[in-house]
């Protein structure tokens, strides 16, 4: 699979908010209370805690997978202090309290050399959405979950728009962990449901929470094609829904 992120800078970005967090010589705290610091969650959030915790490990997987499959990047150094990490992303139980001895300085140090050896070796380099703009962007999308579940729309175009809208702000929600490619397969997946459900859209475009619906697509599809050249996903179908052409 050809590279559009660099999965180092993800992984290394969250390392450091894991070692900010847990720096102080006073802090005790579980993996719990950490990853939902981490990734903004409420500590009883089991699913959203397991789902982000899930993804961090796929993130680790692609990373080491990529370090031990390149002859540049597959050292003696590189895989012993990504073995310190997997005690981290690897921990399931989640009451159990975070050792600072698996996150050292030293380990952060090769993890900011791992990261700039990606974008080195496979030619790419992070160019993230902005915070705001993921803020902006879950804004927006939990008030149009809000709007369409009260609204007037039939039941079936109801579940096809929440369920839609719930997968980009899943993809929102975990955006440090699977970047702008998660996002990407949200929105293709959004595009496949409207072309897949298209008679039954067209027949309510005219509602101003449809078409809500469809101009935040259209938007964010623009942002994520500005990230890291990811290939373009805008589908003629959007426009022609929201009249911009047939």
Do not use: C
């Not at 790419?124 to 579940?149: H, P």
């Not at 469809?214 to 050249?229: C, D, P, R, W, Y």
Request: aromatic share 6%; proline share 2%.
């Amino acid at each position: 699979m050809i590279l559009t992120e660099n999965p180092a800078y993800r992984l290394h970005e969250i390392m450091k908010e894991v070692y900010t967090i847990t720096s102080p010589n006073n802090v005790t705290i579980s993996y719990r209370d950490l990853w939902a610091k981490v990734f903004n969650f409420d500590p009883t959030n089991n699913d959203a805690l397991l789902d982000a915790t899930h993804s961090l490990l796929k993130l680790y997987l692609e990373v080491k997978d990529r370090i031990i499959n390149n002859e540049m990047l597959n050292d003696e150094m590189n895989l012993r202090h990504l073995k310190k990490l997997e005690v981290i992303v690897m921990r399931y139980n989640l009451e159990t309290n975070f050792n600072k001895a698996h996150l050292s300085t030293d380990t952060m140090t090769a993890l900011h050399y791992i990261n700039k050896s990606f974008a080195l070796v496979y030619g790419v380099e992070q160019t993230a959405i902005s915070k705001e703009t993921q803020s902006e962007l879950l804004e927006e999308v939990r008030s149009l979950i809000d709007n369409i579940a009260t609204s007037e729309l039939p039941v079936d175009i109801k579940e096809i728009l929440i369920r839609n809208m719930s997968n980009i702000q899943e993809s929102l929600v975990l955006y440090k962990v699977s970047g702008a490619e998660g996002m990407r397969q949200a929105l293709e997946s959004t595009i496949g449901s409207i072309m897949l459900n298209r008679k039954q859209i067209e027949s309510t475009k005219e509602n101003p929470d449809v078409k809500s619906f469809l101009a935040f697509i259209g938007k964010t599809i623009t942002i994520i094609e500005s990230v890291n050249s990811i290939k373009e996903l805008a589908s003629p179908i959007i426009s022609v829904l929201l009249g911009g052409g047939e």
